[in-house]
Every structure is written in C-alpha cells, then in structure tokens.
C-alpha cells in the first residue's frame, strides 16, 4: 500500500525555532504590521494636517490622531517649512504663512472676491470687539455686524465699491462668510436663520456667536506681511511682476519651495527663481520625502513644479474646473487655442520663464475665433452675452486657478506656463464618436504627453 504524504497547514512562526540571537519569526510578522500600521496612521495625520484649516475635538479619531503625532508633525514642519502647529484641549490648526500671492484653488464655500472681502470683515469685526471691551460679549446681531461693514467699507479706498446688504448679491456673499466661518468653527449659530436674513423676510435678524478660534485666526496674521500684501495688490505696476513678498526673501529658498508647493497649486519659475532652481538641486530627496510624509506626487516641469494629489481623495481643494461650468469649458478650449497660436507662431514665443505675453486685444480676437467653432455647444447664458462680457467672466476663471495675471493698465496678460497642462474638445456622443476619439487620443499621446486632453459634453 502507497504512503500518502499528509501536508499540514502551520501557522506562520509555529514549529520554526529561530536561531540563536534571532527574533521569532512571528515576532516579526507582527512588528512589520505595527510598523506598516504607524506608517499609515502618520501619513493620514500629516494629510489631515495639511488640508484641514482647522481640527476640532469634536471631530474624534481625527483630533486625537493628530494629537498623538504632534511631536513628530511640529519637528517635520519645524525641518521643512517653519510653520507652528497651534493646539489646546478643544482645537488643533497648522499656523500657515504664504510666501507668494499665487491665486489657484477655489473654495466650496467662498468663489467671489466679496465673499472673502466679507469673510476678512467678520474678523475684523470680531478683532475690533476686543479691541473696544466688548471682546465678552460675544453674542451679536447680523444686523449689526451689517451696518458697521457698511460703514466701515464706504471709509475705503478710491475706487473699490463700498458693500450695501439692501443688494441680494452682498448679502449671499455674507451669508457665504457666515457658513464658511462657521464651518471652522470660528462661529456658533444661536438663534434665527440666515437665509430668512438674505430674502428678506419682514424683519428677520440672526443671532451669532464668535468662538475663540475666531479670535486665533486673527493672532496668526503677520501686520507687517498684511501690509505688505495690501501695497502689492493695490499697486497696479505689480499686476504682472513676480508675486514672491518681499519680507518672505528672508527665508530659506527651500522652505520657500516648500511652503508654496504645499500651499499650492504651483511653484512658478518666474515667481522665485532662487527657490525653484533649489528644488532642482534636490528634487529627488523633495520628491521621495512628499510621497513618504503625504502620499503624493511631485511633477516638475521646466518653469514650474506642483504636487498631484491622487484623484477621489477625501480631503483636499475642490477640483480647479467642472465639466459642465460653461466658464470651465470655455477656459480649456482657450488653453488649447493659445497654445495653437505659439505652434504657428501667430503669438511671440514664451519668455524665459515659460510665459506668455498677451495683449487684450489678441484675447479677444482669440475668443471670438472660438465662439465661432464652439459657441453652439454653450448654454444659453453664455451665448446671451456679449464676447466683451464674457471674456471677463473668462479672465476671472483663469485668474482663479492660476493660469493667467492681469490685465495692468496697458491692457497687457500674463499666461503662465500652466495653462499648457490643459486642451478640451467637443465630441457627439456615439460608437463612431467613440473610435475616433480613442484613435486621435493615440495619436496625439506622442505629441503632448504632458497635456491632458479633455473631452467636454456636447449637446445631445
């Protein structure tokens, strides 16, 4: 009779003896595990970190995992970026500072220029409560806080628009403030409802309450950085000069390029030289110590460099374009028209910073051309307007994700490097739409590997 081999499953580390001076095989298996598991508990921290503005006890696992690795995130930050991790019993904030003024990522709440300008007012209004002894009270009335916006905001300067809450659109874009404000924590909802405030609903008041992270996010602010930032913007002989602040010079250009490829979305060439040919002299280290600590990517190209973010993470700004924002798409298939105009060298080429210089003239000559092409596939609104009004409505999208500066008092652009990253094109749906998409796709992949070629919804 055949002896049959019995093979019996052994549970990893069970009947091996280790050697002498060895660790037990499972004691090995298992101290992996907890190490794989630290790992990945440390990135998530840093991640949480980095793009949460603020982290409240409330928020449980997520509070208490950035507590536990405070130590290791304030010396990680403490090497590469100088910023201070702020925290007590009931909120935990990285203090950031910019190093340049470099426009580019949208907010879900906050789109509009007079949605920040309201959110800067309820600071100040809240500073301006302290200052004056009444920082105890800290209940107030929107109606209050309104008139004292309006009248502080017409005692501004020559030529900005004073706000003037009988009109719907300054009061949506308080009530924007409130709900962003309020989502950091800053502010507590006591009684009434906001949106009765903005329609106007007889006599309808909201009663609010300021936090003490209200008070932090003020603390935070460099006066001297504040100002310095309020004579760049205001002085129309910076429009397209580089947007590195001056008291940030002082700074390691390293951290400088830290600082900026954090805070996003780009590290431009053109904005500071010193930090970005510092980068290159340590891109490799930068790059493995960026997927080490969050995850993520770092993409350098010749006069720029950015982080990718995986797609569909969590966290993070929202999406620079939509699809389906008319605005969006006109914006991509401005991208790829420019990028025509430098092939055939209708446009003078890039400057040594890899940027365009663009009259306004040209843009408009631009955008028509392709309203001519792509206009049918617009929504209604968008082919109401006249191509005057909608070429703002364009520039302000460009201006939003960072691919465009201006125009100065010249009427003259600048279109950063940037905006080559993009193309978009109309397509039908259909099989026969399909295949030839999928055949044109592969021909252009040798071409522009660097470009990403968008296909924008069509009318059915």
């Known amino acids: 009779m055949q002896e049959t081999e019995v ?47 603020v982290i ?61 300008a309201c959110l800067t007012w309820l600071l100040w209004y809240s500073e301006n409560r302290q200052l004056t002894g009444r920082g105890n009270e800290l209940q107030f009335l929107l109606s209050q806080l309104a008139e004292q916006v309006q009248e502080q905001s017409a005692l501004g300067l020559d030529g900005e628009e004073p706000f003037d809450f009988r009109r719907t659109a300054d009061r949506y874009s308080m009530q924007r403030a409130l709900h962003y ?16 405030w903005v329609e106007q609903a007889g006599n309808a008041d909201v009663l609010y309450e300021f936090t003490p992270v209200a008070r932090s996010l003020v603390a935070a602010l460099n006066p001297q950085t504040v100002e310095s930032t309020a004579a760049h913007l205001s002085d129309p002989a910076t429009a397209l000069q580089p947007a590195l602040l001056t008291d940030m010079t002082r700074s390691p250009a390293l951290v400088r390029a830290w600082r900026t490829l954090l805070l996003g979305p780009t590290l431009f060439r053109f904005d500071d030289p010193s930090a970005f040919a510092e980068l290159l ?9 960026l997927l080490d600590t969050f995850g993520w990517l770092l993409d350098i190209q010749r006069d720029y460099a950015c982080v990718v973010r995986a797609s569909g993470m969590a966290l993070g700004p929202i999406a ?16 790829q028209a420019i990028r025509k105009q430098v092939e055939i060298s209708a446009w003078s080429p890039p400057d040594a910073f890899g940027c365009l210089h663009v009259s306004v003239e040209d ?14 596939n617009w929504g209604n609104e968008a082919r109401s307007k006249s191509s005057r009004v909608l070429l703002q409505d364009v520039y302000k999208k460009m201006r939003q994700v960072g691919l465009l500066r201006g125009p100065d008092e010249e009427g003259q652009l600048l279109i950063l490097p940037t905006a080559a990253r993009y193309a ?6 259909g099989p026969e739409a399909t295949t030839s998409t999928r055949g044109r796709a592969k021909a252009s992949s040798k071409r522009a590997q660097k470009t990403r070629s968008t296909t924008l919804p069509g009318l059915e």
């Not at 002299?281 to 110590?289: I, K, M, P």
């Not at 978009?424 to 749906?429: C, D, F, M, R």
């Open 7 to 53: 093979q019996q499953d052994i549970p990893i580390g069970e009947g091996i003896e280790p050697a002498q001076g060895e660790q037990h095989p499972a004691n090995v298996v298992n101290h992996r595990i907890r190490r794989a598991t630290m790992t990945a508990d440390l990135l998530k921290a840093h991640v949480t970190l980095m793009e949460k503005e």
């Open 56 to 116: 409240h006890s409330h928020q449980g696992d997520l509070f208490r995992l950035v507590q536990h690795h405070y130590y290791t995130l304030q010396a990680w930050h403490d090497q590469h970026t100088g910023w201070r991790i702020q925290r007590n019993s009931s909120v935990i904030r990285l203090e950031r500072h910019l190093n340049a003024l470099t426009p580019g990522y949208l907010y879900e709440r906050l789109k509009e220029p007079k949605d920040f």
């Open 181 to 196: 404000l309020e989502e950091l924590g800053g502010l507590q909802l006591v009684d009434g409802q906001t949106r009765e």
């Open 281 to 289: 002299t340590h891109a490799d280290s930068v790059a493995n110590e």
């Open 320 to 335: 620079p374009f939509s699809l389906y924002g008319t605005n969006d798409q006109i914006t991509l298939l401005l991208c």
């Open 363 to 376: 843009m408009s000559a631009l955008l028509y051309s392709v309203r001519e092409q792509c206009g049918e």
């Open 424 to 429: 978009a094109t109309y397509e039908k749906p």
